[in-house]
């Protein structure tokens, strides 16, 4: 078994080298280069390709959305972006850090400095404010209270919260609800912005007010990622890459 | 795109933490975590305020695991107190010789001391003329009366008969007002007594004690005249030393007459002598040397292995004592630890309940940045804090448990620190180790399975 795994194995890993960086080529820095990413399950007996080598480049300051069918490796492709979870084969390299290699803890790391999570569900610690929530990841960061507070006080103006503080999750609309989980996305200055159907929680008003801000926020200088499986609200990034079948079947800039 | 570097820059946490990188050992040295570990104690406080009640039944084992603890320490610390106190009083300078030893265990042995001899006034003659180590050599015969005076009636009274009155020092008993009486008026036989403060308190309410002194008091058909009050001795027990009166021996002999057996288990009238060296040293020459005298007096031949009579120290009482004393701590140690194992069960199933509960909290933290150690951290806190919580109880619960003992039996009670940093330390390991699976538990999750969870 274990001899069928490593026969059905993309490439060995010590023959990928480090993509340049930062590039010279005139655009802006490399931020994520993956290079022929597999993630295999292992359901028992048989073993469930989710990715089949997938490989693109995401430079500072782009908006991406990633898009495909249920089923189609999209949300694998968003855990491994968001080093949640590490491929079974290939390199991921996260401004300039080799991730695919990392242990649980230094994804953890990465996590808290790299990377601002978005999530359908929002996902706020209920019994928390909304300035406790937005705090999270800087108290994970280390950051003393006095600095932590300016800073998670200044992304929350900066997604329109400033009066809504002291309000628990369930005090708050779905709508600001995930102004607060942005917040606390953006209040470490992360690399990148990783949506994942940010607004498929949310009614159509709601939505397009959340675009707007991400949108807002792609033009402060935020590298964005969304994952959506609705064509309209992928078409409010620049550039799209669609999966199907563990594979990127499209990557087009579309403005 | 200058803009959005500078952007980056501007955060000194952020910076300082990518560009100036210490060595992993060092940033992850718990000192320097002391961020993430303030909001583990914020989110365990939290935690067990949302569930007072389950936090309380958690703490059920743990609290009754530190309270006997504390309370039996307390409560045996104070009883070490009045035992050294009573028995220093008296010092180990005394031993006894008597028919029968003051603790008997079994019914032969009861049998055959009864056959012995009655310790005669002669006896305590021989030993007072012929042991050289002995200072003080006297003898005390016991009874348990009813006195009055008046309508006034004090029972269960010690009568304590004695002879020379040399016997007062050996008891290490001293008179408050009034006089002890002259050895021509013991050997005389006056009716005069020597009483202690408990009987003046109950058969003379509501006066000056002083006033007692020259009234009489009725003991076994017979006035008394109160010549002298004894200073109070306390308690031991419980039971009061100073509901006693003291009387010449040969007065005693006179009205009660001696080894008058009211039974097999009464002690009346029955004839004790009381030795006393000068020193502690010569303790063990002077038993010798009265085993010898009193062996040859009950004709017991060298080879004979019983004496014929009971030589004893305080030391017996002492023995008896800490032999109870340690049985105590012994059964008290084993309800603790088996209330501490239980108690460590129970939050251990509630902990693994808790990081049930908290998955999705769990997968928050993680995706946020949390690593496994603050997770891990989160979860061995809360369950610390749940046990120091029922330690701080168990130790408040144990001193009140010692002080209502100490109120019904009347002994020093004394509150040691260190016995409540032991109670608090103990239940807070018991927290730390019945925490450690859970926490690894919680620790070790798939981010991404516990955002999953709902």
């Known amino acids: 078994m274990a001899d069928a795994t490593v026969a059905t194995s993309p490439t060995s890993s010590s023959v990928i080298v480090q993509p340049r960086l930062p590039s010279n080529d005139g655009k802006a820095a490399l931020l994520i280069a993956m290079r022929n990413i597999w993630k295999t399950y292992d359901m028992g007996a048989e073993k469930v390709h989710a990715l089949h080598g997938v490989s693109f480049d995401v430079r500072r300051g782009e908006y991406l959305a990633i898009t495909g069918p249920s089923g189609s490796g999209k949300s694998t492709l968003m855990n491994l972006i968001g080093c949640l979870d590490t491929p079974s084969q290939g390199q991921y390299w996260l401004n300039g850090k080799n991730v695919s290699e990392m242990d649980d803890d230094e994804l953890a790391r990465i996590r808290n400095q790299e990377v601002g999570f978005v999530f359908q569900t929002f996902n706020l610690l209920a019994r928390a404010t909304a300035l406790h929530n937005v705090e999270l990841p800087l108290i994970y960061g280390g950051i003393p209270g006095s600095k932590r507070h300016e800073m998670a006080k200044q992304a929350l103006a900066a997604v329109d919260l400033t009066d809504r503080m002291t309000h628990r999750p369930n005090e708050l609309s779905g709508g600001q609800r995930q102004r607060v989980a942005i917040a606390r996305a953006l209040v470490n200055h992360p690399s990148i912005l990783l949506a994942d159907e940010p607004t498929g929680a949310l009614d159509t008003h709601t939505s397009y007010d959340i675009m707007n801000l991400f949108e807002k926020l792609y033009e402060d200088g935020n590298t964005i990622i969304l994952v959506t499986h609705e064509r309209d609200i992928a078409a409010r990034a620049r550039r799209v890459i669609s999966i199907r079948d563990g594979l990127i079947e499209n990557d087009e800039t579309i403005r | ?454």
């Not at chain 2, 269960?156 to 002890?180: K, Y």
């Not at chain 2, 408990?198 to 006066?207: E, G, R, W």
């Not at chain 2, 002194?213 to 001795?233: H, K, N, T, V």
């Open chain 2, 1 to 454: 795109m200058s803009m959005r570097s500078d952007a980056k820059a501007e955060v000194p946490g952020y910076a300082s933490g990518r560009r100036i990188t210490l060595p992993a050992r060092i940033r992850s040295f718990p000192i320097l975590r002391i961020t993430a570990l303030w909001e583990a104690f914020l989110v365990a406080a939290a935690s067990l305020r949302q569930n007072k009640l389950r936090t309380a039944l958690t703490l059920v084992g743990i609290i009754v695991g530190v309270t006997a603890v504390i309370a039996v320490v307390t409560i045996i610390k104070g009883l070490d107190q009045t035992v050294a106190q009573t028995f220093s009083s008296q010092g180990s300078t005394v031993f006894t010789i008597s028919k029968r030893p003051r603790v008997i265990t079994s019914r032969e042995d009861f049998i055959k001391y009864n056959k012995r001899k009655d310790i005669t006034e002669e006896d305590a003659a021989a030993i007072f003329h012929l042991c050289t180590t002995c200072w003080r050599t006297g003898i005390v015969a016991n009874d348990g009366v009813t006195v009055k005076h008046g309508n006034q009636k004090a029972d269960n009274v010690n009568v304590r008969a004695i002879a020379p009155t040399s016997m007062f020092d050996i008891d290490g008993v001293t008179v408050d007002v009034g006089r002890l009486w002259s050895e021509s008026e013991g050997a005389s036989a006056h009716d005069v007594t020597v009483v202690g403060p408990d009987v003046v308190t109950n058969l003379f309410p509501n006066q000056a004690p002083d006033r007692a002194l020259g009234q009489e008091i009725w003991a076994g058909g017979r006035p008394y005249q109160i010549i002298g009050i004894l200073q109070p001795l306390g308690k031991i027990f419980g039971v009061s030393r100073d509901n006693r009166i003291y009387i010449p021996f040969a007065t005693y002999k006179k009205n009660f007459g001696l080894n008058i057996s009211r039974g097999a288990f009464s002690a009346s009238g029955v004839l004790v002598v009381f030795i006393q060296t000068q020193t502690a040293e010569q303790l063990e020459a002077a038993e010798d040397q009265v085993r010898a005298i009193m062996r040859n007096r009950r004709g017991k031949i060298f080879s004979e292995q019983d004496d014929g009579f009971a030589l004893e120290t305080e030391d017996v009482f002492l023995n008896l004592y800490s032999r109870a004393t340690s049985n105590i701590y012994l059964v008290t140690i084993g309800v603790a630890a088996i209330s501490l194992v239980v108690g460590g069960i129970v939050v251990m199933n509630i902990m693994l309940v808790s990081v049930t509960e908290r998955t999705k909290e769990i997968g928050i933290r993680k995706a946020v940045g949390a690593r496994q150690k603050d997770i891990r951290t989160q979860f061995l806190i809360e369950a610390m804090m749940v046990t120091a919580i029922g330690g701080v109880v168990g130790v408040l619960t144990g001193f009140g448990v010692a002080w209502l003992i100490a109120l019904l039996i009347g002994f020093p009670l004394l509150f040691s620190v260190w016995s409540a940093v032991l109670g608090v330390s103990m239940s807070s390991i018991v927290g730390v180790v019945s925490g450690l699976w859970p926490a690894w538990r919680a620790a070790r999750l798939d981010p991404i399975e516990a955002l999953r969870a709902e």
